[in-house]
Nanobody
Framework: QAQLLESGGGLVEPGGSLRLSCSAP?????????VTWYRQAAGKEREWVSS???????TYADSVKGRFSITIGEAKDTQYLQMNSLKPEDTGMYFC???????????????WGQGTQVTVSS
């Protein structure tokens, strides 16, 4: 099990944007590995938000489709969840999960991030 590091949460007004990071320090192929994002609002069950497969196909919950996207950047060990047009109902703790598999024959990790809080409020 890998321990992933998350960051990027915070307080934002409705309509604003945040970019969450999910890192596997030292794993230079992690940005190509399958990752799933979940969120959990206070008093509610954890819900699936988005997944990126090993062939770079992103899938999204209907509630975030068109507003959220999984992206990669220059950091080889990091993936991002770009969240735009945020709504109050997007408030919650966001978790990334690495789901294993492989990229070009190199094993990908499995594990959870510690979570990062997103609060959308005016």
């Amino acid at each position: 099990q890998a321990q992933l590091l998350e960051s990027g949460g915070g307080l934002v007004e409705p309509g604003g944007s945040l970019r969450l990071s999910c890192s596997a320090p030292g794993l230079d192929h992690f940005r190509r590995c399958p990752v799933t994002w979940y969120r959990q609002a206070a008093g509610k069950e954890r819900e699936w938000v988005s997944s990126m497969s090993s062939d770079y196909r992103g899938t999204y919950a209907d509630s975030v489709k068109g507003r959220f996207s999984i992206t990669i950047g220059e950091a080889k060990d990091t993936q991002y969840l770009q969240m735009n047009s945020l709504k109050p109902e997007d408030t919650g703790m966001y978790f990334c999960k690495a789901t294993g598999g492989s990229w070009q024959g190199t094993p990908c990790p499995e594990g959870w991030g510690q979570g990062t809080q997103v609060t959308v409020s005016s």
